[in-house]
């Protein structure tokens, strides 16, 4: 059966994650722009931008742990995206980069725990067709591709004040959506920190979240810093917008045919392809020189973001020993969004300034490649070590 089942939670949540990323991308990636203007140099942006993982990391543990203990799951998202859009309003007043930094924060604590609370749901309400996640997932692309340009447009007439108001305006619809959409009153697992310590002595746990780590640092170079790159270039606003819906392209049709690929090519061949995809879109902004091409170059985030997140997700899964399904999938979260998000934006923040984006994005490729030759080894690895086993456990059994 490929029906998705009743569309009493369907509409409400394709319509959530069409508003909660349009407002992402109203805002998101204007926010290296928007500290540049306050006098920020490159070094205090990647600071910025990795501080804001980081935040995610500790505060989703906190979320969690009090929705799980109340039982107010739908109240607390709501919460959380008020609190969010407040602090995302506040933060267009500062000036300073204390004062950017501590409502930055403040800003992704609110932030942390609203995708998890919808996907959770949506995931339950799914049952046995979790499968089909990625069909709802995309409409988070949709609203992604289609607010970049518009606002990208309205931000080259009015400022960058435009990011902000319209990221307010997009949030509080997706607060209306909440309003008709079921959410789970499930657990939403262990934390961060409890969940590595139950699966670190997994060998096979660690190559996959450390191949994982190494994507999201790659993922954080270009999300962080391809806005100033392409301000560097002299792009319109306009035109870093499209360049948010050129990615959307692809992104959504990884996402409709995530299924399709996960069984035809398996999770570890859908993350290698995902990886070398990556290695060859940082190379390509490291010899690009006209805006024209950045364009062109977005089109290969399906395959590097949406393939390697979707392969992650089925991996994890397919790795989590019994019971421990929500623990993984939070720790493989962490690790790619937080501490890799984290790790690369500092990183690239520090080689933008001191070497230039062009390094930045080569030395970037280096420890993406890094990653793939860490799964492709492993997977010898391992191949090799059943094939010595076979012939014994044959001889054991007779």
């Excluded at 109240?75 to 995302?88: E, K, Q, S, Y």
């Excluded at 962490?334 to 001191?354: E, V």
């Excluded at 890094?370 to 492993?378: D, F, K, P």
């Amino acid at each position: 059966m490929n029906r998705l089942p009743s569309v009493d939670f369907v509409l409400p949540a394709k319509a959530f994650y069409f508003f909660y990323f349009a407002a992402g991308a109203s805002l998101s990636p204007f926010l290296v722009l928007f500290y540049r203007q306050q006098g920020l140099d490159e070094g205090q942006i990647g600071l910025l931008a990795g501080m804001q993982p980081l935040m995610t990391l500790a505060a989703a543990s906190l979320w969690g742990g009090l929705a799980d203990s109340t039982r107010q799951h739908r109240l607390l998202l709501r919460v959380a995206m008020v609190g969010a859009t407040l602090f995302a309003l506040a933060l267009s007043a500062m000036h300073s980069f204390g004062g950017l930094a501590v409502v930055a924060l403040a800003y992704a604590f609110f932030l942390a725990p609203i995708v998890p609370l919808v996907d959770n749901s949506v995931l339950e309400l799914l049952g046995n067709r979790s499968d089909r996640y990625g069909r709802l997932r995309l409409w988070g692309a949709v609203g992604w591709g289609m607010a970049g340009p518009v606002v990208g447009r309205l931000v080259d007439w009015g400022g960058l004040g435009y990011s902000f108001t319209i990221f307010a305006l997009l949030q509080l619809c997706g607060l209306l959506v909440t309003f008709g959409l079921p959410v789970a009153q499930s657990s939403l697992g262990s934390s961060f920190w409890s969940g590595l310590r139950m699966l670190a002595a997994n060998r096979r746990w660690l190559i996959f979240l450390a191949v994982m780590f190494v994507g999201g640092m790659g993922q954080a170079v270009i999300h962080s810093f391809l806005f100033l790159y392409m301000e560097d270039l002299s792009a319109s606003r306009w035109m870093m917008g499209l360049a948010l819906s050129f990615a959307t392209v692809s992104e959504v049709a990884v996402f409709f045919f995530a299924d399709r690929l996960l069984v035809r090519w398996g999770t570890v061949r859908v993350l290698a392809v995902a990886l070398l995809a990556l290695v060859v879109r940082l190379l390509a902004y490291s010899v690009i020189t006209t805006t024209g091409w950045v364009l062109v170059v977005q089109l290969l985030h399906g395959l590097a973001f949406s393939a390697m997140w979707v392969a992650g997700v089925a991996h994890a899964k397919k790795l989590a020993p019994p019971g421990l399904g929500a623990t993984a999938q939070g720790l493989l979260t962490g690790i790619y969004f937080g501490l890799g998000s984290a790790a690369g934006s500092a990183a690239g923040g520090f080689l933008y300034q001191t070497v230039g984006p062009f390094a930045m994005y080569r030395w970037a490729a280096v420890w993406v490649v890094a990653g793939l030759a860490i799964l492709v080894l492993s997977r010898i690895s391992i191949r090799t070590a059943r094939a010595g086993a076979q012939p014994k456990a044959a001889y054991r059994e007779k």
